[in-house]
């Protein structure tokens, strides 16, 4: 296959940190008083820039005062799921963006609501003031950069392509077989774009509502093979050992999760974004994904 490039999400809020304002009020009296007094200084309480975020007009951003409604697609683990029981805190889901969805709802004083719909409709969500924000195992493309504001990065995604054991497809000569995708991924954006563009045409990939249809038609043997981040590829592998699946050696391409909001909310943007690497900064971003992806 022809190089993809690697996609850098472009914080387009303000920058990583904030300068905090503080402002002291003083009044002068018209009569000097008889004997000058030097007022005791007054130095304000510590904020971190989400804080001060959280403090500022935030609500003119939301759709419901208090509350951070997030739209997602709960089929893309280890991501995001739907959980067997409560979930995380209660939510009912689980998952890397689950968990980074509501430590940036606590660091901004807000309720999380988590909205569970088809991946497209979880982009249209966000565009149409249906939901504040986006985490889906996102990642940035200049079609939804049109559409969308994004904050920076907060974890590195890896597109791999799963195969049957025995299979001829390879990297190589993937754009001679039938490639199956979630819909409205970026998966599905390359891979269906043109030649000339580095992807194989519409002719060869078949878009599904979702990972898990697709890898069951790759079973199915409809398609030849799935393009698909490499996390949720190795949960899907695994889950279905018996049917002989296995993981092209290489990184089909390389990407940035981000958050999403709608295009020109520059206020949640900045807002999130503080949280954000408030977040990354002191590693609580980092645990949450070591807790569900390790090392090998």
């Given at each position: 296959m022809k190089n993809m490039k690697k996609l850098?999400?472009?914080?387009?809020?303000?920058?990583?940190?904030?300068?905090?304002?503080?402002?002291?009020?003083?009044?002068?009296?018209?009569?000097?008083?008889?004997?000058?007094?030097?007022?005791?200084?007054?130095?304000?309480?510590?904020?971190?820039?989400?804080?001060?975020?959280?403090?500022?007009?935030?609500?003119?951003?939301?759709?419901?005062?208090?509350?951070?409604?997030?739209?997602?697609?709960?089929?893309?683990?280890?991501?995001?799921?739907?959980?067997?029981?409560?979930?995380f805190n209660g939510t009912g889901f689980e998952g890397i963006d689950i968990e980074i969805a509501s430590a940036l709802a606590d660091k901004l004083g807000l309720e999380l609501v988590i909205d569970d719909m088809e991946f497209d409709s979880a982009l249209l969500a966000v565009q149409n003031n249906a939901a504040d924000m986006m985490l889906a195992g996102l990642s940035y493309s200049e079609d939804r950069?049109?559409?969308?504001?994004?904050?920076?990065?907060?974890?590195?995604?890896?597109?791999?392509?799963?195969?049957?054991?025995?299979?001829?497809?390879?990297?190589?000569?993937?754009?001679?077989?039938?490639?199956?995708?979630?819909?409205?991924?970026?998966?599905?954006?390359?891979?269906?774009?043109?030649?000339?563009?580095?992807?194989?045409?519409e002719d060869h990939v078949i878009a599904y509502d979702n990972g898990a249809t697709a890898v069951q038609e790759l079973i199915n043997g409809t398609i030849d093979a799935v393009i698909i981040d490499q996390a949720p590829a190795e949960e899907y592998v695994a889950a279905n050992a018996d049917a002989g699946l296995t993981i092209l050696d290489g990184a089909w391409v390389e990407e940035q999760y981000c958050v999403a909001v709608d295009e020109g909310n520059t206020v949640l943007l900045d807002a999130l974004n503080n949280a954000l690497n408030e977040l990354i900064n002191d590693g609580t971003v980092q645990t949450i994904i070591d807790k569900y992806i390790t090392a090998d």
């Amino acid at each position: 296959m022809k190089n993809m490039k690697k996609l850098l999400c472009v914080a387009l809020g303000a920058a990583l940190s904030v300068s905090l304002l503080a402002s002291c009020s003083g009044g002068s009296s018209s009569t000097p008083a008889p004997e000058t007094t030097t007022p005791a200084e007054t130095t304000p309480a510590e904020t971190t820039p989400a804080e001060t975020a959280a403090a500022g007009d935030l609500s003119s951003a939301l759709i419901e005062d208090g509350k951070l409604i997030m739209s997602t697609n709960a089929q893309f683990p280890p991501y995001e799921m739907v959980a067997d029981g409560e979930g995380f805190n209660g939510t009912g889901f689980e998952g890397i963006d689950i968990e980074i969805a509501s430590a940036l709802a606590d660091k901004l004083g807000l309720e999380l609501v988590i909205d569970d719909m088809e991946f497209d409709s979880a982009l249209l969500a966000v565009q149409n003031n249906a939901a504040d924000m986006m985490l889906a195992g996102l990642s940035y493309s200049e079609d939804r950069d049109e559409v969308m504001d994004f904050t920076d990065s907060y974890a590195t995604g890896v597109q791999v392509v799963i195969v049957k054991d025995g299979s001829d497809v390879t990297m190589d000569n993937l754009g001679d077989y039938m490639i199956g995708t979630q819909r409205g991924t970026t998966g599905y954006i390359y891979a269906s774009d043109t030649p000339e563009n580095g992807g194989y045409g519409e002719d060869h990939v078949i878009a599904y509502d979702n990972g898990a249809t697709a890898v069951q038609e790759l079973i199915n043997g409809t398609i030849d093979a799935v393009i698909i981040d490499q996390a949720p590829a190795e949960e899907y592998v695994a889950a279905n050992a018996d049917a002989g699946l296995t993981i092209l050696d290489g990184a089909w391409v390389e990407e940035q999760y981000c958050v999403a909001v709608d295009e020109g909310n520059t206020v949640l943007l900045d807002a999130l974004n503080n949280a954000l690497n408030e977040l990354i900064n002191d590693g609580t971003v980092q645990t949450i994904i070591d807790k569900y992806i390790t090392a090998d």
